[in-house]
């Protein structure tokens, strides 16, 4: 039985013995006398469906093997997953391998191989034993207990241990079954392990390597919503830090989320099964098998010892996942009831399959809720333990470069939330986890909403409501000579510049600003006009003492003006016109420090105007003056430092900022501080890689597929950033000139429901056309607002509709495609639409252009990560 990947690579355990499989030195008898049979687990929305097992049937053959039954190919789309095909290739494949088997011994009575007989239960695979209270924990228990995280997270000591005993049960579970415990690998590469040169060699001397053995604590920094608080979907930017771990990744990696399952449910499945959740016991494999000898060989006991608490909340998905049959199997055994004896017995079945299914998976009912349906059925640990679901990781892919953020990791998170068919509603374990977990820094920045229509329309609201503060208290920040007070102010909407603010309707967008903000700068403010829209936007930033970026090229912002050539003061609100004209408006007149006016027109209710040029047309895009880049859009907004002593850039991790913005930041970072969650993380490889950077890049990821495509964006930005810096510093040297290093551009398709609603990144994808990183207008950001007008649009449409330039990348520039998204469709609908340009554009035939976008995958030009 084998596995599937979505590149056709064969899993993990399986490499070594694949690459046996392949030696050439093989003859076709080399497996005459061998018997075998062939069952796959895969996915048929993905291209290469089942592959791994369809090169091994055929291998297999080729060199000799008989097969015992046909090869079977197990589906996860099918409504009752993967034992749809199951059931009947298993049913088949018992008495043909009894009979190849040979006659039984003397006085054996032959086995009866029926679907009853198959659900009967055998001896639980582990064995538990119960501790006396303050006895010590083996020594192989506390090996993979890791790192705590530290005091000031919630419930730290009871967290860690739940991790340190999932790691363990791991390995138990692994060995139980036959298999090598995994652990950390031999040699520490370049993934998981700590660089000695990482950061400025931070991290030298670092020799723990994380993974499921040994997850790492990772603070969370920032946890926004990004999408508008009346959609529908609740989609959040998280940013993690990985602090001194050694951690690295490259874009296209994932990373590993331990769920952490609330203890409400924790409590409610002790009581149900009886358990004391301060009970230590130890777990360990029932039978030795070749696994627990090898182990016990090299003096590590596979052994998970702790609370049963920690046990179930670490180890046990008990309020995520549903159960699979073999979970209703073990319950029949245990219940009381003739009614329930029978229900379960038939949902064990392969005729009780499509009930189960309906029950049970549609209905996306948990352990927990099956267990308070079925009241009398109480399994013992040992059996609870072999029958519940593992709680897995939940693999995210990361949405960041190392190279823009170190020692951080983003993610893109859609919070699961919806309603079943009977009306029930269910929310995912890990998205809720994720969003409702507290970070080290919130936006603390009162805001005022701004409502424009379209582009070139101009304004057509004034201040919106002030946002309410969440509380009165005020901390002092001191930076430099400078300090100011800062409200504690939540606002109910985010001020993020990563996506789309609420609007009333489509093409609607109120736009949060800063109110309040102080800045300090040595250039006088141009009001006489003349000035370019970009250079406008800079002296604003350099104001409000921003990074380069944070103001957008249209829209509307409000705030606090501090010029330090005679400490003018300008406050207001300042809103682009349909022209590309600022206007500042004012209610109260503009007076110096001397008391005399700021010049002409700075009177009460009227304005100061600053020309520049216009917006284009249909290019408008939602403004935040929040942000500040970096990760960084909630902390220097409110410090006012001068843009003429570059402490507006921050720096990209928390480590940094208490040195760059002084003690009076690190007391604030030390009291948000209080409750910040700690994610229990590991980083794994992931399936996009990043070709070299002369290849062109053609992105399409709808949702949160774009997420790994944020980071690889951000890579090349940051590839693009040191070719210049390289052409900069080498402008003075002798000899003839270096060539150009710049990476080549890319076109990034990207699908959502509305500009308004879900707009993830928006801002970002300008930022980046505008630096070359995306092709300019139209090619290099294209968006499919599904939503946003009567007839859906998708991505695929928009391929089709840029099918001449999809087309001269790909045949002229050799350009490499990456999909990412959900995998009901999408994937499938992509190579179609991939074919259909093909014939268009490279005059090919039906069968020519299929066998064309198959050899870009074959080459490793056309990578596919897709989640169902």
């Given amino acids: 039985m084998t596995i599937w990947l979505p590149q056709g690579d064969p899993p993990d355990n399986m490499k070594r013995f694949w690459r046996f499989m392949l030696r050439k030195g093989l003859s076709p008898d080399s497996l005459s006398a061998v018997q075998f049979s062939v069952f796959g687990l895969g996915d048929s929305n993905y291209p290469k469906y089942n592959v791994t097992a369809k090169k091994l049937f055929r291998r297999l053959e080729s060199l000799g093997a008989r097969p015992l039954v046909p090869l079977g190919l197990g589906n996860d789309q099918h409504p009752a997953g993967y034992e749809a095909a199951l059931d009947p290739w298993a049913l088949s494949l018992w008495p043909v391998a009894r009979q190849a088997a040979g006659p039984l011994p003397h006085g054996v009575p032959p086995p009866t191989i029926d679907a009853a007989s198959l659900v009967q239960l055998g001896e639980p695979k582990y064995k538990i034993t119960l501790l006396p209270p303050h006895s010590p924990m083996p020594s192989a228990a506390v090996a993979t207990a890791g790192a705590p995280p530290p005091a000031q997270a919630p419930q730290a000591a009871e967290w860690a241990e739940a991790v340190a005993m999932a790691a363990s049960f791991r390995r138990v579970a692994a060995t139980a079954s036959g298999c090598p415990p995994q652990g950390p690998p031999p040699c520490q590469d370049s993934t ?331 250039q006088s403010l141009d009001t006489s006009g003349g000035m370019e829209r970009k250079k406008f936007e800079q002296q604003q930033e350099a104001l409000l003492g921003l990074g380069r970026g944070a103001l957008a090229s249209h829209g509307s912002f409000s705030g606090a003006l501090q010029q330090a050539c005679g400490n003018a003061h300008l406050s207001g609100r300042c809103c682009a016109n349909s022209d590309g004209s600022h206007a500042y408006s004012n209610g109260h007149p503009i007076t110096t420090s001397s008391g005399n006016s700021a010049g002409p027109g700075a009177t009460e209710d009227t304005s100061v105007a600053v020309r520049g040029s216009p917006p284009e047309e249909g290019k408008m895009h939602v403004s935040k003056a929040a942000q500040l880049g970096n990760g960084f859009d909630h902390v220097p907004a409110q410090l006012g430092i001068g843009a003429e002593h570059g402490a507006a850039q921050l720096g990209n991790s928390v480590d940094h900022v208490a040195g760059q913005l002084g003690n009076g930041a690190e007391r604030v970072a030390a009291q948000l501080g209080d409750g910040v969650e700690h994610v229990a993380v590991w980083v794994e490889r992931g399936a996009l890689r990043m070709p070299p950077p002369h290849v062109p890049l053609i992105l399409i990821g709808p949702g949160t597929g774009v997420a790994p495509f944020r980071a690889m964006l951000e890579e090349r930005q940051a590839q693009a950033q040191a070719a210049h810096a390289s052409e900069e510093a080498a402008k003075g040297a002798q000899g003839p000139p270096l060539p150009s290093g710049t990476p080549a551009p890319c076109s990034l398709f990207f699908g959502c429901r509305s500009r308004a609603a879900d707009f993830y990144y928006g801002q970002q994808w300008h930022e980046l056309q505008d630096e070359g990183v995306l092709l300019p207008p139209p090619h290099g950001l294209v968006v499919a607002f599904s939503r946003d007008q009567a007839s859906k649009v998708y991505v695929t449409h928009k391929l089709r509709e840029h099918a001449a330039h999809v087309w001269s990348l790909i045949s002229g520039s050799g350009a490499s495609i990456f999909v990412s998204g959900s995998a009901q469709q999408m994937p499938a609908n992509v190579v179609s639409a991939l074919e259909d340009v093909a014939q268009e554009q490279g005059g090919m035939g039906k069968e020519e252009a299929s066998k064309f976008v198959r050899q870009l995958e074959l080459t490793g030009r056309f990578c596919v990560e897709a989640w169902s």
């Fill in 192 to 522: 998981h392990a700590a660089q000695s040169g990482v950061d400025g060699g931070a991290n030298q001397g670092h020799t723990t390597v994380y993974g499921p053995w040994c997850p790492y604590f990772a603070r969370m920094l920032r946890n926004q919503r990004i999408t508008a608080s009346s959609h529908f979907q609740d989609t959040r930017h998280i940013e993690l830090d990985l602090g001194d771990s050694g951690l690295t990744y490259e874009p296209g990696d994932v990373l590993a989320v331990l769920p952490r399952t609330p203890p409400p449910a924790v409590d409610a499945l002790l009581k149900r099964l009886g358990l004391d959740g301060s009970q230590r016991v130890c777990v360990e494999p029932a039978e030795h098998n070749a696994a627990t000898a090898a182990a016990a060989a090299a003096g590590q006991p596979v052994v998970a010892c702790g609370t049963v608490r920690a046990l179930v909340q670490g180890a046990l998905d008990i309020a995520g996942a549903s159960p699979r049959r073999y979970f209703f199997q073990v319950l029949q055994n245990f219940a009381r009831t003739e009614l329930e004896q029978e229900r379960l017995a038939y949902f064990a079945t392969a005729e009780g399959r499509d009930d189960l299914y309906r029950y049970n998976q549609k209905e996306g009912r948990t352990v927990l809720e099956v267990l308070s349906d079925f009241k009398t059925a109480t399994p013992t640990l040992e059996w609870f333990l072999e029958a519940c679901p593992p709680l897995a990781p939940r693999l995210f892919s990361i949405s960041s470069s190392l190279k823009q953020h170190p020692r951080q990791a983003h993610l893109t998170v859609a919070v699961v939330d919806y309603t079943t068919p009977f009306k029930r509603r269910k929310r995912g374990l890990c998205s809720s986890y994720l969003a409702a977990s507290k970070p080290l820094f919130h936006d603390r920045i009162s805001t005022t909403t701004f409502t424009t229509i379209g582009a070139g329309d101009g304004v057509h609201s004034g201040l919106g409501q002030l946002q309410p503060a969440s509380t009165n208290s005020q901390h002092l920040v001191s930076v430099g000579s400078q300090s100011l007070q800062q409200n504690d102010a939540s606002s109910c909407a985010q001020v993020s510049g990563l996506g789309p603010i609420d609007g009333a309707s489509a093409g609607v967008h109120q736009q949060q600003c800063m109110t309040s903000v102080v800045g300090s700068s040595h």
